[in-house]
């Protein structure tokens, strides 16, 4: 705060859709507390710079805000008390990238089942050889268990239930690690083909390949949970 002020400094990345924004929610750090700030893109000291990025659906930007200054009205919400709203739209924004992750995992499965159904080598389906059976019963195993904590953590968040953090990052961790993992070995079984532009797995493989680093890695997710678990044994 400067007066009636509020002045912003830092660096944000990656920005989805900041090229095109006419205004921005920021997240700042207000001595001991979180604040947000709705901030217009034509603000003096904003600069938005392109970036490259592996899904080609999509487009995001670094940020820059250089001694910004807006009106103290600018805030949403309390000026240093938003950390319950932020985490909450979190939850929210979480349990959106799930589902399209899921989703994402679901029509790889589909497209690589039908195909092993319909490719045929040495005059047998491919569907018919014991290894790649393996396989497959691995990847509907993971597509399931994603399913079911996308599930739970959307209900979780719906009914504001204490656990919805802890749930909702535990799916992002678990849909991080083995989407990722589920739509390459959906490439692989697809042969030359599945590295091709020609077929349409090179963009599932993109998009969940860019949410695993949207908004925390599987990483991230994991000390989450253990921070939840933490503070539950603490309370």
Not at 30 to 48: A, H, N
């Amino acid at each position: 705060m400067d007066g009636d002020e509020l002045v912003l400094s830092g660096v944000k990345r990656p920005v989805e859709s900041a090229n095109v924004a006419s205004h921005l929610l920021v997240v700042g750090r207000t001595g001991d507390g979180l604040t947000q700030v709705l901030v217009p893109t034509d603000t003096e000291g904003v600069t938005v710079e392109p970036m490259g990025t592996v899904d080609l659906t999509r487009r995001f930007s670094l940020v820059r805000f250089e001694d910004v200054r807006v009106p103290a009205s600018a805030a949403v919400g309390a000026v240093g008390g938003t950390a319950d709203q932020i985490e909450r739209q979190l939850q929210l924004a979480l349990v959106m990238l799930n589902a399209e992750s899921v989703g994402a995992m679901q029509r790889s499965f589909d497209l690589t089942v039908e195909w092993a159904f319909d490719r045929y080598t040495f005059g047998r389906p491919l569907s018919s050889y014991q290894a790649l059976k393996h396989r497959y019963a691995d990847m509907k195993s993971w597509l399931e268990g994603s399913h079911a904590l996308a599930d739970a953590a959307t209900d979780a968040i719906e009914d504001r239930a204490p656990d919805a953090g802890e749930l909702v990052s535990a799916a992002k961790a678990f849909i991080g690690d083995y989407g990722v993992e589920l739509v390459q070995d959906c490439v692989q079984l697809h042969g030359g083909i599945g590295v091709t532009y020609e077929h349409d797995l090179h963009l599932f493989l993109r998009r969940v390949t860019l949410d695993r680093a949207l908004l925390g890695t599987p990483g991230e997710h994991r000390l989450r949970v253990a921070d939840h678990f933490e503070n539950s044994e603490t309370a």
